[in-house]
């Protein structure tokens, strides 16, 4: 198995790197600028799955291994996919059964110290 | 980066899809990469669906509890004698690993330059960061548990369920930052006493090391979106 050809130029590292800190500052940023609603969780899956996605090609050297392994790694996460369309279809019964049964929620949260 | 790939039995490999049936009924081994590195791939994806059941775990809770969930830039936020900072110390965290995301990459191409003592101190550099994150992630525990009176049952701020699933999940990644920093020292340690020279100077041990590496930093690019962004 080569050794040599496990091997870039390191230019590429530094601008993902740099790219990592960016879409960073601005998932920070989606916080801070206090975005709501569905703009929010867009843009907080969007940045998420660019980060993870340059992490795994790049850092973790995935774009250039072969097509077996890529499909052997990244094909059954599509199973944890089904898996969370799953379960959020059933929070969300369980949430509106609780709501039915043991109506609204009575708490009085206490103030946050900083 | 394009060269040939060549099978146990002596034949060039294709690539793409034809490349996929051609490896998976390959003589002897179906990927061809070092096992260490194949066997670690196949770890990290065990790994990857462990911290998913945990993060659907939080998932379900969350959108089923009927008391109102803690607002995370305000629990995590930090004053420094003025108004408090939104998120500022994950931020920092955040930081720090990508920094060493960043310092693991170039040890793994100072390992293939046979650079010895630059792949050392950028496997300690990366270390170091992580040891830091650790230290960062059991202040903010101290302060929740301390402050806050946030516990795996109960939490004053709101939704019971909060505690438990952040202690779990952070706690997990913690473990797993801990142990890669230990794997981390080893490892440098063997790199400098020329352990890997006596083996035939192959360093595809610090590549397998970063993929450990990453994939933690990997874990929190997750768990900074869904628990404390979203």
Same mark, same amino acid.
């Given at each position: 198995?080569?050794?040599?050809?496990?091997?870039?130029?390191?230019?590429?590292?530094?601008?993902?790197?740099?790219?990592?800190?960016?879409? #960073?500052?601005? #998932?920070?940023?989606? &916080?801070?600028?206090?975005?709501?609603?569905?703009?929010?969780?867009?843009?907080?899956?969007?940045?998420?799955?660019? *980060?993870?996605?340059?992490?795994?090609?790049?850092?973790?050297?995935? *774009?250039?291994?072969?097509?077996?392994? *890529?499909?052997?790694?990244?094909? %059954? %996460?599509?199973? +944890?996919?089904?898996? +969370?369309?799953?379960? #959020?279809?059933?929070? &969300?019964?369980?949430?509106?059964?609780?709501?039915?049964?043991?109506?609204?929620?009575?708490?009085? %949260?206490?103030?946050?110290?900083? | 980066?394009?060269?040939?790939?060549?099978?146990?039995?002596?034949?060039?490999?294709?690539?793409?899809?034809?490349?996929?049936?051609?490896?998976?009924?390959?003589?002897?081994?179906?990927?061809?990469?070092?096992?260490?590195?194949?066997?670690?791939?196949?770890?990290?994806?065990?790994?990857?669906?462990?911290?998913?059941?945990?993060?659907?775990?939080?998932?379900?809770?969350?959108?089923?509890?009927?008391?109102?969930?803690?607002?995370?830039?305000?629990?995590?936020?930090?004053?420094?004698?003025?108004?408090?900072?939104?998120?500022?110390?994950?931020?920092?965290?955040?930081?720090?690993?990508?920094?060493?995301?960043?310092?693991?990459?170039?040890?793994?191409?100072?390992?293939?330059?046979?650079?010895?003592?630059?792949?050392?101190?950028?496997?300690?550099?990366?270390?170091?960061?992580?040891?830091?994150?650790?230290?960062?992630?059991?202040?903010?525990?101290?302060?929740?548990?301390?402050?806050?009176?946030?516990?795996?049952?109960?939490?004053?701020?709101?939704?019971?369920?909060?505690?438990?699933?952040?202690?779990?999940?952070? =706690?997990?990644?913690?473990?797993?930052?801990?142990?890669?920093?230990?794997?981390?020292?080893?490892?440098?340690?063997?790199?400098?006493? =020329?352990?890997?020279?006596?083996?035939?100077?192959?360093?595809?041990?610090?590549?397998?090391?970063?993929?450990?590496?990453?994939?933690?930093?990997?874990?929190?690019?997750?768990?900074?979106?869904?628990?404390?962004?979203?």
């Amino acid at each position: 198995m080569a050794q040599e050809g496990q091997q870039h130029p390191l230019n590429v590292y530094f601008w993902i790197w740099g790219l990592l800190f960016v879409l #960073s500052g601005f #998932s920070y940023m989606v &916080d801070y600028l206090n975005f709501q609603g569905m703009t929010r969780w867009g843009l907080i899956l969007l940045f998420m799955f660019l *980060k993870a996605g340059f992490i795994v090609a790049i850092f973790m050297h995935m *774009k250039w291994e072969r097509l077996a392994l *890529k499909f052997a790694i990244l094909l %059954p %996460p599509i199973a +944890i996919m089904v898996f +969370i369309a799953l379960m #959020s279809i059933e929070g &969300d019964y369980t949430f509106l059964t609780r709501i039915e049964f043991f109506g609204e929620s009575t708490f009085v %949260p206490e103030a946050v110290h900083h | 980066m394009s060269e040939a790939v060549v099978s146990n039995t002596g034949e060039i490999l294709p690539t793409g899809t034809k490349g996929v049936s051609a490896d998976f009924s390959s003589d002897m081994q179906s990927f061809h990469v070092p096992w260490g590195k194949a066997m670690m791939w196949i770890f990290l994806l065990s790994d990857t669906f462990i911290f998913s059941c945990f993060l659907i775990g939080y998932m379900t809770v969350r959108i089923s509890a009927v008391d109102p969930w803690p607002v995370p830039s305000e629990v995590f936020a930090l004053s420094f004698g003025g108004d408090p900072i939104p998120l500022i110390l994950i931020a920092i965290m955040t930081f720090i690993l990508i920094t060493s995301s960043g310092t693991m990459a170039l040890a793994v191409n100072m390992g293939y330059r046979k650079n010895r003592k630059a792949t050392f101190w950028l496997m300690i550099a990366t270390a170091v960061l992580g040891a830091s994150f650790v230290g960062m992630q059991a202040f903010e525990w101290t302060k929740l548990i301390v402050e806050e009176g946030v516990r795996p049952w109960a939490n004053p701020m709101g939704a019971a369920q909060f505690g438990s699933t952040f202690f779990m999940i952070t =706690g997990f990644h913690g473990l797993h930052v801990s142990a890669g920093v230990i794997y981390l020292v080893v490892i440098a340690r063997r790199v400098r006493n =020329g352990f890997y020279e006596k083996r035939g100077g192959n360093y595809e041990i610090v590549e397998i090391t970063g993929l450990y590496w990453h994939f933690v930093d990997l874990v929190w690019v997750f768990i900074f979106a869904f628990f404390y962004l979203w």
